[in-house]
């Protein structure tokens, strides 16, 4: 009964493309309102993939079979004069966010991408919802999906009172070109290490280069260290060269001194090898930690997807798998009920709790990085076993995530 039925899916990122193919692929029509006038594939960076989201593909016919991203076998812990505390066979494949964008927005037709359009208020009734954009125009459909992102204008209208919260540590991000790799490159391209000191975590890995190329020695390096910023260093950090302060500050205007201080902290207190690719990247940027989790998904005919619903902090490693799950489960649902009321409410009672569960379990990990650091002076034995235990969660949490994905 999908014909004829219409859906306006506000966000055009991985989120909003997703559903745009799951719901094309019951049957629906689509239209991806996008607030960005620009294609987004120059923006991201790398990422890990699941089985989950590989199946994701395959259901609406974008994986054609070639790779994806490159293939790591071990997690390695790293300690800082660079030798092996600890491997774990855990074969992964990783990826880079535009090598998920770019075939997800090429397979849409043209006609039902929006550019530049920037969803501002909507109005619902018992027959129909109904989209108003910031230059005056409207679009009405039998569905409005929000996949709006973190901060949302859908959700901040249905619920006001849900905002995200700083986790009270950064993540640091270095991307460098596979050819400056000096030391231990075949041991770093086949595995994710971990660099744990004292409250921090480091975790790099191979992604495929910038322009997609997965060939040896043309791939990249990608490095996220997650390091505790209470509130006054992270307005230090948003702070540019003429004393003017940012709410978040544009990669450029990072201070030159506060790269240096970054790369001078990798030196000491990274494994020699990643603090080396570190130091060698263009330019690292942060990004604040933040979460938070909405009680309810269904809105009458407004559904909240991917991150505009949750989002959980990084080490679930799973904001790209889930959107495509929440697509997924969302199509289902249209397929499974007659009304869109109905389906939204199936819809929520499974994602709804998908989403908690990532979110909660994502905040027990960060705490668990930096459990212990409390304790000032620990021995060097006390230190290994310290980090050994956050390398191990952190193999845990991934299996955790892998079933999680797979339910
Ligand atoms: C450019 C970009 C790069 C990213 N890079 C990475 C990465 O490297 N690694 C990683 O793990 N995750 C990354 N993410 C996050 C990851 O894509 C998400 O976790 C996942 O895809 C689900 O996000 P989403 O599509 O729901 O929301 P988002 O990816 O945040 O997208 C929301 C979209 O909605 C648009 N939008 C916002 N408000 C409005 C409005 N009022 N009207 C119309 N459109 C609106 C935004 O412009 C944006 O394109 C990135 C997201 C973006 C946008």
Known sequence: MAEGRRALIIGGSLGGLFAAHMLRAIGWNVDVFERSAEDLAGRGAGL???????????RISIDDGSALGVGTQHYILLNARGGIDCRLEYPRLMTAWARLYRPLKDALPAHCYHPAKSLVAFQQDARSVTASFADGSRASGDLLVAADGPRSTVRALVLPSVKAEYAGYVAWRGLTAEAEVASDRALLFASNAF???????????PVPARD??????????????????????????????????????????IRPEVIAAVKAD?????APSIADIFVRAERPIFQPIQDFATPQLDFGRVALLGDAAFVARPHVGA????????AACLADALMAHEQVGDALEAYNRVRQRAGAWAVSRSREF???ISADVARAGLSADAEAVRSDRVFREYATLHHEVRDWAQA
């Open 48 to 58: 890990g993939t699941h089985e989950a989201l590989l199946r994701m593909l395959r």
């Open 195 to 205: 660099c744990i000191p004292g409250g921090e975590l480091a975790v790099s890995y």
């Open 212 to 253: 997609g190329d997965l060939r040896e020695g043309r791939r990249d390096y990608n490095i996220v260290w997650y390091r505790p910023t209470d509130a006054a260093a992270l307005a230090d950090l948003n702070t540019d060269a003429a004393g003017r302060r940012h709410e978040q500050i544009a990669p450029p205007l």
């Open 266 to 270: 990798a030196r000491a207190l990274l």
């Open 319 to 326: 904001g790209v798998t889930k959107a495509a799950l929440d």
């Open 366 to 368: 960060g705490a668990c």
